[in-house]
């Protein structure tokens, strides 16, 4: 029997979605001219074997699973879809993740019987909050001697325990047989902790979260392959609604997806799925591209042959990677490599952006066909790049750039309220963040002057031109020593008078400092009277009074604000969960403490929202880490591979999950070894030279610095590409 599923495969930009929509478009195609010939045919007159058998089986209207490796992919593909088919047919576009989380929501009453659950609506954990949550209930276990055995502080080894718990739901292996996989992934290793010690706190924090109906990523995949995908009625329901699903880039999904896959495949549902085997960017964080590379044998396979077009593939692959794995090889360079070498990082990080700049004023170049891609990106980096080119009047996009919402004055600002209004929190404030405060709640938006070279993702640093305060931070400072009065549990602020010469700071910041000080008073008298319903109202208020005041504010601060309110309304959702359960484990003034510890404590990142753009794409240099840059599926005209000799290469600009080794379903449990390490290194750097390749049409620049940020040499995998350029630009050759 000729299977109608297919399995498209290609390398990066090879055209293996729109090989996949094009599949979906010849089904919508094919189903609509057997509908019309249905009602004309002869009695007895069989169906043709080409049109997909649930393509015209529409008593129930079924649709259309797309499933996509991340969001951004994931809205793309939807947009597509819904065009080419002018919006007829029913689509639902989602991640797996994104799609396991729906389902266990909606099909919750039916785990609720089966598992004999708690009837409660369930709440969805974030990580942050599941990582605080359960370093409370396992910090009576994890003693000073847990810790010194794992090597790493409690905040760490939280994390890598969660993170056996998510890779487990992942693979499809219950809680219950982690301690199994990895005592045999361990081996005779004295030097982790016991299997079942960390199995056994695994098991605790699952009951603890279905109790009480909170949900983490590892739970939710868990229950879904483990109780929903296994269970008939679900499966019925699964079916009727799904005829056909299209998957792309499966190389990045996690094991579970192939046993949904199989499940439809096997009730008649058809499938299209595309597959980069160079791609994998999320191995090691959950994706198993061998295990889903499986359903090949289940589909007919096409292979789109050929490099990309207008790519470097073909003329740079086969040498970058004979340079790579046999150093000793003396070769040169074509002269569309280029190199930036530098003795410092910090001259490296000017002469990068100074080539770049100069390429773009002399028109050689346009600022959107500049691409910087670096195995990881500290603040230094991305704040000097960041600064020197839009210095230059050259904007800059930074991919998924997420700082700690600590990290934003406006935010701290608002911490530093909410600790002067509520009772309990002085121990929270000092004189520097009650004069930061001031300066925050003072300013006014201004309308910038060149708006049209700030792009929503840059930085703030370069917004902050574009404000004025009417307290600034000299005068502020002199308020916060002579009219702040710390106290433990009544901080306080004095009229200004309180200052012998208060005359000094002038009429501006003396109102303004007086309405600040007026509005925290009514809102101290409210929250005695029990007039806030709860914080989340108090930031509310504070921003639409000092912050938002009709003006349009900058994008970056209008993200942070954003999460800071989800934030805050996910943090009191929990909370309330968990003092229906038990009431008296915390008290209204410890869940404050708690919040703006955890905010500071870098924990919570600001995740600008929306991701694209309304209209065209912004004009800007992408910056980006290679993970970034590679998850997104971008391509440019120039790239420049910045730390060209850091070791980091050979990692893909991502740290790879504590044991993710021993749940992949190749090797389940098997131990990893130091060659096995090594060879995973060289296939990933294998795999990260070829996509970059493919995602670049004209020219490379390797941009090394001999010596590290720390001070130490690097020599990294890449160096001798570094080494093999015939063309150099030294800081001579800039200057």
Same mark, same amino acid.
């Given at each position: 029997m000729v299977s109608h599923s297919v399995w498209i495969v290609g390398t990066s930009r090879s055209g293996k979605t729109a090989r996949l929509v094009e599949q979906f478009c010849n089904w919508v195609t094919s189903e609509k001219q057997y509908t019309e010939s249905f009602y004309t045919k002869k009695p007895g007159r069989k169906k043709t074997s080409d049109v997909p058998e649930l393509l015209y089986l529409k008593q129930t209207e079924p649709g259309v699973l797309v499933l996509a490796a991340n969001d951004d992919n994931r809205r793309e593909l939807g947009d597509i879809i819904v065009t080419s088919t002018l919006g007829k047919y029913p689509v639902r576009a989602k991640t797996p993740l994104g799609f396991f989380q729906d389902e266990v929501i909606l099909f919750w009453p039916l785990l609720i019987n089966s598992l004999n659950l708690k009837a409660q609506f369930p709440v969805r954990l974030r990580p942050e909050t599941e990582q605080e949550l359960a370093t409370k209930l396992w910090r009576a276990q994890l003693d000073e001697e847990i810790l010194r055995l794992a090597g790493v502080n409690e905040s760490r080894l939280v994390r890598r325990?969660?993170?056996?718990?998510?890779l487990a739901a992942y693979s499809g292996i219950p809680c219950e047989n982690i301690a199994q996989i990895l005592s045999k992934g361990f081996g005779e290793n004295t030097t982790t902790l016991e299997p079942e010690f960390l199995a056994s706190l695994l098991l605790d924090w699952r009951n603890w979260c279905l109790e009480r109906g909170l949900l983490t990523y590892g739970i939710i995949t868990e229950l879904y392959s483990q109780h929903?995908?296994?269970?008939?009625?679900?499966q019925q329901h699964l079916t009727k609604r799904y005829q056909a699903v299209l998957a792309d880039d499966v190389d990045d999904y996690p094991s579970v997806a192939r046993l949904l896959f199989e499940l439809l495949l096997d009730r008649g549902a058809v499938g299209a799925f595309s597959y980069n085997p160079d791609g994998a960017v999320r191995l090691g964080l959950g994706?198993?591209?061998?295990?889903?590379?499986?359903l090949a044998e289940r589909c007919r396979v096409e292979i789109l042959n050929g490099p990309p077009p207008e790519s470097l593939s073909e003329q740079l692959t086969k040498q970058m990677v004979e340079l790579v794995?046999?150093?000793?090889?003396?070769?040169?360079?074509?002269?569309?490599?280029?190199?930036?070498?530098?003795?410092?990082?910090?001259q490296l990080l000017r002469q990068t952006a100074e080539v770049i700049a100069n390429a773009i004023q002399s028109q050689q170049v346009q600022p959107e066909e500049v691409a910087i891609i670096a195995p990881g990106l500290d603040a230094i980096a991305r704040y000097t790049l960041v600064e020197i080119l839009v210095k230059q009047n050259i904007p800059v996009e930074s991919l998924n750039d997420q700082r700690p919402l600590i990290s934003s004055p406006v935010i701290r600002a608002l911490l530093t309220m909410l600790a002067l209004v509520y009772p309990g929190l002085?121990?929270?404030?000092?004189?520097?963040?009650?004069?930061?405060?001031l300066v925050v709640l003072s300013r006014k938006q201004q309308p910038p002057e060149n708006s049209s070279l700030l792009t929503p993702n840059s930085s703030l640093s370069t917004q902050h031109s574009q404000l004025s305060t009417d307290i600034d931070p000299v005068r502020a400072g002199l308020i916060a020593d002579y009219c702040f009065v710390p106290h433990p549990d009544r901080p306080n602020l004095l009229p200004v008078s309180a200052f012998e010469r208060w005359d000094r700071i002038g009429y501006a910041a003396t109102t303004a400092y007086s309405e600040i000080l007026q509005w925290l008073e009514q809102q101290r008298s409210q929250q005695e009277l029990r007039l806030i319903p709860s914080p989340i109202s108090l930031l509310d208020r504070a921003i639409q009074r000092f912050l938002w005041n009709g003006s349009n504010l900058p994008y970056e601060q209008l993200a942070a604000l954003r999460e800071l309110l989800e934030t805050a309304q996910h943090y009191w959702e929990i909370d309330t969960r968990l003092r229906q359960i038990t009431p008296a484990e915390t008290t209204p003034q410890t869940t404050i403490i708690e919040f703006i510890q955890l905010l500071r404590r870098g924990t919570i990142?600001?995740?600008?929202?929306?991701?694209?753009?309304?209209g065209g794409a912004r004009k800007a240099v992408t910056l980006a880490t290679i993970f970034q840059y590679r998850s997104s599926r971008r391509s440019h005209r120039w790239h420049f591979w910045l730390d060209a000799g850091s070791p980091l290469w050979a990692k893909g600009g991502a740290?790879?999950?504590?044991?993710?080794?021993?749940? =992949?379903?190749? #090797?389940?449990? +098997?131990?990893?070894?130091?060659?096995?390490e090594k060879l995973a290194e060289e296939q990933r750097l294998q795999?990260?030279?070829?996509? =970059?390749?493919? #995602?670049?049409? +004209?020219?490379?620049?390797?941009?090394?610095?001999?010596?590290?940020?720390?001070?130490?040499?690097?020599?990294g995998p890449l160096l001798p590409l570094v080494n093999a350029c015939v063309t150099v630009i030294s800081e001579a050759t800039v200057n």
């Open positions: 325990i969660l993170d056996l718990l998510q929903l995908l296994s269970d008939r009625n679900y994706a198993d591209p061998n295990y889903l590379e499986g794995t046999s150093p000793m090889v003396m070769l040169s360079l074509p002269k569309t490599v280029h190199s930036i070498q530098t003795t410092s990082r910090a002085g121990r929270l404030v000092d004189r520097d963040a009650v004069a930061e405060m990142t600001a995740n600008a929202y929306p991701v694209r753009p309304i740290a790879t999950l504590f044991g993710a080794p021993f749940f =992949l379903r190749d #090797r389940l449990g +098997e131990p990893w070894t130091a060659e096995d795999r990260i030279l070829t996509d =970059l390749l493919s #995602r670049v049409s +004209e020219r490379v620049y390797l941009c090394h610095s001999d010596l590290a940020v720390n001070g130490q040499e690097q020599i």
